[in-house]
């Protein structure tokens, strides 16, 4: 077999350098993406040698580390037979020392050693019997139609902290939502949240989650964790779980989140939230205390008062029959009331005759003085659109934050708080173009979005949906 020339080898090494960046992917389902950057830029061989010495390589060494991928490093392809010969030996022999300081050893097979001090050494052992009895015990949890991730991420409990009490990151509606899985408990999903005030079958909870881990990326510049389909898993970053849709979830929050509450919530810089199941008892302890009361209480008079046997609704139906009987009796006397004959005037008015002509002048130059009027004075109907579109759009970007949902531009973050308004906000359910109708929720419909975005959506008739620009981002 004939030798490859160095050339050869570097036009070799760069294709396993683009393996190795999928194989990485597809093995442990993490992305080092400045990996490849550097390799788009600078080509396999040369990415290599720089890339080794980076804060990125430093963070990615330490995933597959803790994943026992060290095979899967750059490190370890430079120090492979194979290339070895390609680089000064500096270079390998610092990736020698580093493999060796990680305990990496290519190729070797662990032996599994056998337990001690459970059993006698004559006992023998029907593993198979065993694995029975441990399948009685174990809990039959109900197997998901969708991956659990339990991915690492770069963030420490002092981080959290910070970015918790941030109000520029986490709005009020993200804390108190974060705060209700936290109390809950592990594995929360919808049919848990769904008990608590606020939380419908409409929340969305994908959108909310996702801007608020793309703020979370912008301000703490980490790497986002990667799905099985190399897509962004914006919830990971807050959750361990796994995400279906709005209605089908499961998370639990990072164990550094879930220690940052606990230590904020012992040193009263937050308060705990109390969820629907603790209210629940609450308000059965307090039932059987009333019913209590009135089997106790003496009866002071035999008659009951109507009011206190109905329903709200009941109440409700009654004031508004009564009501309508009201404007029936009202119509009857209209109806029923005597015609008046017009009085006779004792003194009839002088009336001067006029020209049609002077006439129609007259009429001319008082719709001109209505109209001048009518200048000067502001549309009521107007005025009071303007702020009830001014007053969604502030409910819009209070809930989700002033970024934009498809691109992940920050308006508040880059620009300062002041600026937050500046950002547009998007009708999903919009079809006529109109944006903002009397019928539109301003969490539900609507969604901040930046000025680039909305021209492009709005470029083509029918305009463009919000996953369509989504696609087109790569968001």
């Known amino acids: 077999m004939t030798e490859l020339s160095t050339d050869q080898l570097k036009k070799t090494f760069h294709q396993e350098m ?33 890339y080794i010495s980076t804060e990125s390589n430093v963070q990615d060494f330490a995933v597959l580390w803790e994943k026992e991928r060290l095979d899967l490093s750059v490190e370890a392809l430079i120090a492979s037979e194979a290339y070895r010969s390609l680089f000064q030996e500096e270079i390998v022999a610092f990736c020698d020392r580093k493999l060796k300081e990680y305990s990496y050893a290519p190729n070797k097979i662990e032996e599994v050693e056998e337990p001690t001090g459970y059993f006698d050494e ?12 441990k399948e009685l015990y174990l809990p039959k949890v109900a197997k998901k139609d969708y991956p659990l991730y339990h991915q690492a991420i770069a963030i420490t409990c002092d981080e959290w902290k910070e970015v918790v009490t941030n109000t520029k990151i986490v709005t009020a509606n993200n804390l108190d939502l974060l705060l209700r899985i936290y109390t809950i408990g592990d594995a ?6 769904a008990k608590e005030e606020g939380y419908s079958n409409t929340y969305p909870y994908k959108e909310v989650i996702m801007a608020l881990g793309k703020r979370i990326k912008t301000y703490l510049k980490v790497e986002v964790p990667t ?28 164990k550094d989140l879930r220690k940052a509450f606990d230590e904020l919530i012992d040193t009263g810089v937050i308060d705990k939230v109390e969820v629907q199941s603790q209210k629940e008892i609450q308000d059965i302890e307090e039932e059987v205390v009333l019913k209590v009361e009135e089997v106790t209480k003496p009866a002071s008079s035999t008659s009951v008062n109507k009011e206190d046997t109905l329903s709200a609704f009941d109440r409700l139906f009654e004031s508004i029959m009564a009501g309508s009987e009201s404007v029936k009796k009202e119509e009857t006397q209209k109806e029923e009331a005597p015609k008046v004959e017009p009085l006779k005037e004792e003194y009839p008015l002088k009336v001067e005759k006029v020209s049609s ?7 001319i130059e008082a719709s001109k003085e209505m109209n001048e009027i009518d200048e000067h004075i502001p549309s009521c109907d107007k005025t009071l659109e303007t702020d009830y ?11 989700y934050g002033a970024i934009c949902d498809i691109c992940g ?36 419909d609507l969604i901040p979005i930046c000025h680039n975005c909305h021209q492009v959506i709005h470029s083509v008739v029918p305009a463009l949906s919000v996953d369509e620009m989504r696609k087109m981002v790569k968001a």
């Not at 029907?126 to 694995?131: R, V």
């Not at 929360?188 to 949240?193: C, H, N, R, S, Y």
């Not at 002509?357 to 009429?363: C, H, I, K, S």
């Open 227 to 254: 799905g099985e389909d190399g897509k962004p898993l914006w919830w990971h970053i807050l959750f361990n779980g796994g995400l279906k849709d709005n209605s089908d979830f499961e998370w639990s929050l990072k």
């Open 188 to 193: 929360v999903g919808p049919k848990e949240l």
């Open 409 to 444: 531009f920050d308006f508040g973050y880059t620009y300062g708080e002041a600026y937050e308004q500046c950002i547009d906000v998007h009708n999903q359910k919009d079809v006529q173009g109109e944006e903002i109708l009397p019928t539109t929720h301003p969490t539900e």
């Open 357 to 363: 002509e002077e006439n129609t002048l007259n009429l």
């Open 122 to 133: 004559d006992e023998k052992i029907d593993l198979g019997e065993l694995l029975k009895q």
């Open 18 to 50: 683009i393996n190795l960046y999928k194989q990485i992917i597809k093995s442990i389902k993490y992305k080092p993406t400045r990996l490849m950057d550097f390799i788009n830029k600078y080509g396999g061989y040369e990415a290599a040698v720089k």
């Open 389 to 399: 579109k001014e007053k969604l759009k502030k409910e819009c970007i209070d809930y």
